[in-house]
């Protein structure tokens, strides 16, 4: 059963500290997506990556957060120092080409107290 | 202008009645048309994609697509209660600027 999986699902934290977290793509999905979800802003697209390569990253604060892909099982999200209004639910998707729709991880949930 | 937009909702149908939700985006270069749905506190599922203007129809789901109005809908017909979600449309250019942008989704409520 192929899936997105992302780690951790749930993520407590207090301000100021570093938060890092993992997603396996599907295998063989060559399109890599970081999204943040909140009731206010709905689905933002924080940064993407083509063939682990990053084309876009423009909806990141660039001062703390950072987006890598070290290999094509594994991407990550880093935030750091994080702060209260990171609260948020990010979720990690992968497209299998050009164009084609996105799946989706089921999330971390990261509350910056 | 936001690129994608959605009527927030709520938006209230009988069971049995049709539901349609309405999309409209802004960049015309747009080629990729998707539909998700989410559940409240679960991940957004793919429900429907479409390239081609005109209907695509599945199972009870048709989405309908005018790239000349820059339009995009999702009809639920025979409304069930387990269709009670959020509806999110997404749109990709689908050429060298492959992101998906999500709308802010639109909150459907079957009433039973």
């Known amino acids: 059963d192929a899936r997105v999986t992302q780690t951790p699902r749930h993520k407590v934290t207090e301000m100021g500290q570093e938060v890092t977290m993992r997603c396996q793509p599907i295998?063989?999905?060559?399109?890599v997506f970081w999204y943040r979800q909140t009731m206010m802003q709905g689905l933002e697209l924080l940064a993407y990556?083509?063939?682990?390569?990053?084309?876009?990253d423009s909806g990141m604060p660039k001062d703390r957060f950072s987006a890598e892909m070290p290999d094509a099982t594994l991407a990550t999200l880093k935030i750091q120092p994080s702060e209260p209004r990171d609260s948020a639910v990010y979720f990690c998707?992968?497209?299998?080409?050009?164009?084609?729709?996105?799946?989706f991880g089921q999330g971390t949930r990261l509350t910056v107290v | 202008q936001k690129e994608v937009e959605q009527n927030s909702g709520p938006l209230s149908v009988p069971e049995g009645a049709i539901a349609s939700l309405n999309c409209t985006y802004s960049?015309?270069?747009?080629?990729?048309f998707f539909w998700y749905r989410q559940y409240s506190g679960k991940s957004p599922e793919l429900i429907m994609f479409?390239?081609?203007?005109g209907d695509k129809e599945d199972g009870r789901f048709t989405a309908q697509l005018n790239k000349a109005s820059q339009y995009v809908s999702l009809l639920i017909r025979d409304s069930q209660p387990s269709d009670s979600a959020t509806y999110l449309c997404a749109v990709n250019r689908g050429d060298r600027d492959d992101k998906i942008i999500f709308g802010k989704g639109t909150r459907l409520h079957i009433l039973p």
């Open positions: 998707a992968s497209a299998p080409s050009w164009g084609a729709e996105a799946f």
């Open positions: 990556f083509r063939n682990r390569a990053p084309l876009d």
């Open positions: 479409i390239y081609s203007n």
């Open positions: 295998l063989g999905h060559n399109t």
């Open positions: 960049d015309r270069g747009s080629q990729s």
